[in-house]
């Protein structure tokens, strides 16, 4: 079994930024692909970022350029660096993670969600 719990969401004006943290615990070894999802009030969850253990990632079209996706390992911690964020970036974000290396999924292990809300 694997736990996943997400902090750092919040209340950003347009163009700000936010830094979201997944912390697992449980059965970390494992654990392959982490990602992370949003879903949008009346929209489909969507995949924004994914990496390997090696470091390997993808992201949305939508957020190229913009959020970077990191993890620690060691620390059994996954990271997205939001940035240049925008009214339509608003979703609860979740974390995920994968107990096969596929970084589109579909994952097995789930976070609770954190809220980000982009002000215009």
């Known amino acids: 079994q694997v736990q996943l719990v997400e902090s750092g969401g919040g209340l950003v004006q347009a163009g700000g930024s936010l830094k979201l943290s997944c912390a697992a615990s449980?059965?970390?070894?494992?654990?392959?692909?982490m990602g992370w999802y949003r879903q949008a009030p009346g929209k489909q969850r969507e995949l924004v970022a994914a990496i390997s253990r090696g470091g390997t990632t993808k992201y949305a079209d939508s957020v190229k350029g913009r959020f970077t996706i990191s993890r620690d390992n060691a620390k059994n911690t996954v990271y997205l660096q939001m940035n240049s964020l925008k009214p339509e970036d608003t979703a609860v974000y979740y974390c995920?993670?994968?107990?096969?290396?596929?970084?589109?999924?579909?994952?097995?292990?789930w976070g609770q969600g954190t809220q980000v809300t982009v002000s215009s």
């Open positions: 449980g059965s970390i070894f494992s654990i392959k692909a």
């Open positions: 995920a993670a994968n107990k096969y290396p596929r970084l589109l999924g579909p994952y097995d292990y």
